[in-house]
């Protein structure tokens, strides 16, 4: 009586919506299997699939497979099996295929029993189907979609996926399904089903509301409509999906409504639900109440703990339900036992010589990588580390080195510094002498001093008027001078035209000048480096240019000699990307000396630089920058007044226009020198 009251307790209180289905996992590794070592793996594409072997001779031991998220991996255990050497880095990175994104292999444990690990980073909807046989494992990989499933075919127990099971009528008999690999899925017997129930309400003594079953066959439960059951399967392992970002819930949904229930008893409930054993620690006590409607159990069983300050362990079935500090202090009780149990050992001694990499680089790397017993000594004369480990820690720092001592493509860069200056001047002006010498002198025939007619016999100059008559011997005349040097006149005029009016009376003189330049100057430097990727390179050209400098800015005082530099440098880092193309950190700098304007004898320093990063292609050119400089200029130089006559206002003033133009262009072109 007290059994059937139990039963219909359970009954009353929960109300299927769905019956969770979840992965199988293999069965534990055969006690007794000989140890075996994996000799090769290979990749043969299969239309849209591919199927990869790993070629493992005497394989006896069952091996495991586990489908992760957050990248889709499916992983592959092989119990008793050693990785060995056999298969480099080299082979793993020739299983390509469109459905594996990457496989990664290693000696996942080596006590009490080895277990090589196979991980593949796989595209979503990927399927696998394992086969094993005595020479090794065959994992066959087809396209599909929906989420990443896997499978056993061959010798073993399958990994059923979860929509190989076939919702059953519910007129029909509460049945089990099971699987095996000798055939399609079979139907075995289930236990008793539960009584049927009408829609009355029982006064159960732990029940607090009215529990409602629609009526049912003796054999089979009602399950409501629009459902997806599925029958529970009992999870073997005590594995968890890494890499989510919080609990994902997928348990039976239910519905209960219970108060001042013992949670010893309420825990047995969800157990019978999820079909789990259930331990509980003495610890576990209380009276609480619950109400829940469509609810995953597994939610309802974390919602109840953690209202009850108590924590849960779930492996191979069973689930273990006690106080978190208790479970706490077990935990690290076990990852203590586990750290001495990985840290015991003989310890292996290997030497590496590298080859590309300096032994004190790849000392920083590995030294986070060894265990605590773990050592690495450096020999610099022949570059070569010494290390000594645990064995399972030996190989993945021998993989390790074997990635990092790898030669490194170097990078050619040639930058090209081009200046172009363009000066353009015309100058004209007039002179007028003051005397006859120099470069301006006239001479001729017609008085006693050999001289043309002046207006003063004896202090002839250019410009002037006789006031008197020259017959009545007067000596009184009058000069002028319309425009001294430099203000009609240029400093360097291309060409000169006399104008001359003499007379014994009256004399004017006027020299016309005019000037017009064009010139163009074009300057290219082309600095070339080579260096590796990503190490900066430096290439510098140029001089130092002596200054003095007086000590205590007194007369008298010691004079030392300071030296500036007028170079051109360029500083890269370049960086190859994976697609081939160049980054790279640039600075280029050209500072000259300007003799054309100098302090005490010291020239100034022209510089031009430009720093910035830039992305090229392999053999493409980069225009960094440019820069262009337009000067126009436009002068008047004259006597006032008489400059701004109409017509004649030429002869008293200069005119100047002046255009220059300065262009700078810096060009980039890296190229990757392959041996």
């Known amino acids: 009586m007290n059994a059937r009251l139990s039963s219909l307790l359970v009954a009353g209180g929960v109300v299927l919506a769905g019956i969770h289905t979840g992965s199988l996992h293999a069965s534990p590794v055969l006690e007794g299997a000989a140890k075996a070592s994996l000799l090769s793996t290979s990749l043969e594409a299969d239309g849209a699939g591919a199927t990869l072997f790993l070629r493992v001779p005497g394989l006896a031991s069952q091996p495991g497979v586990q489908v992760l998220s957050n990248p889709h991996r499916v992983v592959l255990d092989l119990p008793g099996v050693d990785r060995g050497a056999l298969v480099t880095r080299k082979e793993l990175a020739q299983l390509v295929h469109p459905l594996i994104q990457k496989a990664r292999l290693a000696q996942f444990a080596t006590e009490p029993k080895p277990i090589t690990r196979l991980v593949l980073e796989v595209t979503a909807g990927t399927q696998v189907v394992v086969r094993t046989s005595p020479e090794g494992v065959q994992l066959h990989l087809t396209p599909g979609s929906g989420r990443i499933q896997a499978q056993f075919e061959g010798e073993f127990q399958p990994v059923v996926p979860a929509n190989s099971f076939r919702t059953q009528q519910a007129s029909a008999p509460s049945q089990a399904v099971s699987t095996s690999s000798a055939g399609p899925v079979s139907v075995a017997k289930s236990l008793a089903p539960l009584p049927g129930a009408v829609s009355t309400f029982q006064a159960l003594p732990q029940l607090l509301g009215m529990t409602i079953l629609t009526a049912a066959a003796p054999e089979a439960i009602q399950l409501p ?344 440098q360029l500083d890269v880092t370049p960086q190859i990307t994976n697609e081939g193309t160049i980054i790279m950190d640039l600075k280029v700098e050209k500072a000259e000396a300007d003799f054309g304007r100098t302090v005490n004898g010291t020239p ?59 262009e700078l262009l810096i060009f980039i072109t890296p190229r990757i020198l392959r041996q």
Not at 331 to 351: F, H, N, S
Not at 630 to 656: D, E, H, W
């Open 225 to 568: 409509e629009g459902s997806k059951p599925n029958l529970p399967v009992a999870s073997h392992t005590g594995t968890r999906t890494l890499g989510e970002g919080g609990p994902k819930y997928s348990g039976s949904k239910i519905t209960i409504a219970l108060a001042n229930t013992d949670i010893r008893e309420f825990l047995q409930i969800i157990a019978d639900t999820g079909k789990l054993n259930l331990v509980l620690d003495p610890d576990v006590q209380g009276t609480y109440g619950y109400r829940f409607t469509e609810t995953p159990w597994d939610q309802v069983l974390d919602v109840t703990l953690k209202n009850a300050g108590l924590g849960k362990e779930i492996q191979n079935g069973v689930l273990r339900v006690a106080k978190i500090e208790k479970l706490q202090k077990e935990e690290e009780e076990r990852k203590k036992l586990d750290e001495t149990k990985a840290l015991a050992g003989d310890l292996q001694t290997i030497t590496r010589p590298l080859s590309y990499a300096k032994v004190g680089d790849v000392q920083k790397i590995l030294k986070d990588m060894l265990s605590k017993r773990g050592s690495v000594i450096l020999d610099d004369r022949t570059n070569t580390l010494i290390i000594t480990d645990l064995p399972r820690h030996i190989s993945v720092v021998s993989d390790l080195i074997d990635t990092l001592d790898v030669q490194i493509q170097q990078v050619q860069i040639e930058a090209r510094v081009v200046e172009a200056n363009k000066n353009w001047q015309q100058q004209f002006g007039v002179k007028w002498p003051t005397s006859n010498s120099g470069s301006v002198a006239i001479t001729g025939s017609g008085s006693s001093t050999s001289n043309p007619p002046w207006v003063g016999p004896n202090a002839p100059f250019w410009n002037g008027v006789n006031i008197n008559n020259p017959d009545s011997k007067n000596q009184a005349w009058a000069a002028f001078t319309p425009g001294k040097d430099g203000s009609t006149s240029i400093a360097a005029p291309s060409g000169e035209l006399w104008l001359s009016f003499l007379s014994n009376r009256f004399s004017i003189n006027a020299v016309l000048q005019a000037m017009e330049s064009e010139g163009t100057l074009k300057i290219v430097s082309s600095p070339k480096v080579v260096t590796q990727n990503n190490k900066k390179a430096t290439i510098l050209s140029g001089e130092k240019i002596p200054y003095p400098t007086q000590q205590g800015g007194a007369s008298g005082g010691a004079i030392t000699v300071a030296f500036i530099d007028a170079n051109l």
């Open 604 to 662: 100034t320093i022209l510089r031009k630089s430009i720093e910035t990063q830039v992305l090229v292609r392999d053999g493409g050119t980069a225009v960094l920058g440019g820069v262009y400089i337009t000067n126009t200029a436009t002068g008047t130089n004259g006597v006032p007044f008489l400059s701004k006559i109409p017509l004649i206002g030429f002869l008293f003033r200069n005119n100047t226009k002046q255009d220059q133009n300065a």
